[in-house]
C-alpha cells in the first residue's frame, strides 16, 4: 500500500504577492495550487493507494468560492483516479461560530465517492485498491468541545492544558480498543506535539494552545502517526513513525530556508514474520523561493547605490520573493537610487526594500544630547540653554509639564 501524507496547504495566502494579468487570480493563490498539483500527479503517476492530508486546507476560515472550487477540483481529479483522499480538520478549517459547517465538510454531505472527511474523532476503515486500512481520527479540537465551562471555571491555563491532554489521551485509547489488529492503522492528527521544532506560525501561538507529550500519541498500535499543524516537516518518533509533513509551500520569510513537500509512505507484510513494515520518504516540491539580501554600507562609499546592486547579483532572484534590508548611514541616504536598485529586483516575483538609516543625533545642549531624554526633562534642559528669565521659565516648564501629562493620559 502506497500513500501520501501532507498537511497545511493553506490556500488564500496572498502576502507577497499580486493579480495575475492573465488569470485573474492573486500569484500567492496559483503558487499554491502550482504545488498542489505536483502532488496530485505525483500521486496518479505513481498509483499511490490513499492521499492522506492532515488539516488546513485554507488559510481562512471562511475561505472564498474561488478557493473552494480550485480545491474541490484538484480532489476530484484524486476521486476519479481511484485514490481515496481523507480530509482531517485543522484549527483553520473550523467554523467562526457554533453549528456552521468546516471549510471542507461538504464532500462528506455530498457523498463524493472515494473522499472520507472527519470534523471529529472517529476511526474510520477505507478500502483503498491496496486493500483496506484504518484511520484513526483526530481533528483540532476546541477547549468548548471538550470541556464546560464549570469544568475550567476555576483552573488556571496550566490546568486547563493538563485536562485537555487527559481528555485527548483518553480520545486516543478509546480509537486504539476499536482498532482490528489485523489491519494496518494510521493516527492522523492535527496537534502539538512537546519537543517539536517549530516553524512560521510559531509566533501567535506559544504559549496559547493545549499540547501533547510524544509518549502519549506514540502508541504501538499504530503502524504509521500522521501529523499537521505544524510548517516544519520533522520525524518526531521511529517507532512507530511519528512525522509532522509540514506545510506543502512556503508561507513566508520563517520558511525561507525550509524544505516544503511531503511524505510518502509504502507498508507490505513481511513475507517471514508476516508483520507488517512501513517506510517512508520526504518528497520535496520546489516551490517559490524566499530570498533575504541584506547590503551594509560604509561611510566611506562613494558608490552605495552599486554596493547594494553588486549585493544583489550574489544571489538567484529570478522569480524569486526578495526582501532587501539595506543598512546605512544618513550622509549616504540621499545617494541611494531607488530606480536602479528597483531594475537590478525586477528580476524577482515580488519584492520589498527596507532601508535602517543610522541618523546623526539631534541638536546637543553642551555636551547633553537631547534625544532620548525624558519629554519634560528635555524640556528643561531646553529652557536652560535660552536667554528666557527665570521667572518666565518656571511659567513654560509648568505649562510644558501639564500638556505633556495630557498627552501621556490620551
Not at 143 to 160: H, N, P, W
Not at 309 to 320: L, S
Request: net charge negative; glycine share 6%; hydrophobic share 40%.
Amino acid at each position: 500500500m502506497k500513500i501520501i501524507h501532507f498537511a497545511d496547504l493553506h490556500l488564500g495566502v496572498e502576502s507577497y504577492g499580486r493579480t495575475d494579468p492573465e488569470k485573474g487570480l492573486p500569484t500567492r493563490l496559483l503558487d499554491f495550487l502550482d504545488t498542489f498539483d505536483r502532488l496530485i500527479d505525483f500521486a496518479i503517476d505513481e498509483k499511490v493507494d490513499l492521499v492522506l492530508f492532515c488539516g488546513d486546507t485554507y488559510k481562512s476560515r471562511e475561505p472564498s468560492q474561488t478557493q473552494q472550487r480550485e480545491f474541490a477540483k484538484r480532489i476530484r481529479k484524486l476521486s476519479e483516479a481511484g485514490i481515496a483522499v481523507f480530509l482531517l480538520a485543522g484549527n483553520h478549517d473550523m467554523p467562526n461560530g457554533f453549528g456552521r459547517a468546516t471549510s471542507t465538510e461538504i464532500f462528506g454531505t455530498l457523498a463524493v465517492r472515494n473522499v472520507y472527511v472527519a470534523n471529529k474523532p472517529e476511526v474510520f476503515k477505507i478500502d483503498t485498491t491496496g486493500g483496506t486500512i484504518q484511520i484513526a481520527a483526530l481533528p483540532w479540537m476546541r477547549r468548548s468541545l471538550l470541556m464546560s465551562k464549570e469544568e475550567v471555571k476555576d483552573l488556571t491555563f496550566s490546568e486547563i492544558n493538563e485536562k485537555m491532554q487527559e481528555k485527548l489521551t483518553n480520545i486516543i485509547n478509546t480509537q486504539v480498543q476499536q482498532l482490528d489488529t489485523n489491519l494496518p492503522a494510521i493516527l492522523a492528527s492535527h496537534i502539538w506535539v512537546t519537543g517539536v521544532r517549530i516553524g512560521s506560525e510559531d509566533s501567535m501561538t506559544i504559549g496559547q494552545e493545549h499540547v501533547l507529550l510524544p509518549g502519549t500519541i506514540a502508541n504501538p498500535a499504530f503502524d504509521y502517526i500522521a501529523l499537521g499543524h505544524i510548517h516544519r516537516h520533522q520525524v518526531m518518533n521511529q517507532n512507530p513513525p511519528m512525522v509532522y509533513s509540514g506545510s506543502l509551500d512556503r508561507l513566508d520569510f520563517g520558511d525561507e530556508s525550509d524544505e516544503k513537500g511531503f511524505y510518502l509512505l509504502e507498508m507490505e507484510k513481511d513475507s517471514e514474520t508476516g508483520k507488517r513494515k512501513v517506510s517512508y520518504e520526504f518528497h520535496t516540491i520546489e516551490g517559490r523561493k524566499f530570498v533575504t539580501i541584506k547590503a551594509e554600507i560604509d561611510p566611506q562609499d562613494i558608490d552605495p547605490t552599486q554596493t547594494v546592486i553588486n549585493e544583489i547579483d550574489k544571489h538567484d532572484i529570478n522569480g524569486a520573493i526578495v526582501k532587501l534590508q539595506i543598512k546605512l548611514p544618513q550622509e549616504s541616504e540621499k545617494m541611494i537610487m531607488d530606480g536602479a536598485i528597483k531594475e537590478a529586483l525586477k528580476r524577482a516575483s515580488y519584492f520589498t526594500i527596507a532601508k535602517d538609516v543610522k541618523r546623526v543625533p539631534r541638536s546637543r545642549l553642551g555636551s547633553k544630547t537631547i534625544q532620548g531624554l525624558p519629554a519634560a526633562e528635555a524640556l528643561q534642559s531646553w529652557l536652560n540653554a535660552t536667554n528666557v528669565t527665570e521667572e518666565h521659565a518656571k511659567i513654560l516648564m509648568q505649562y510644558g509639564k501639564e500638556l505633556i501629562s495630557e498627552i501621556q493620559q490620551s
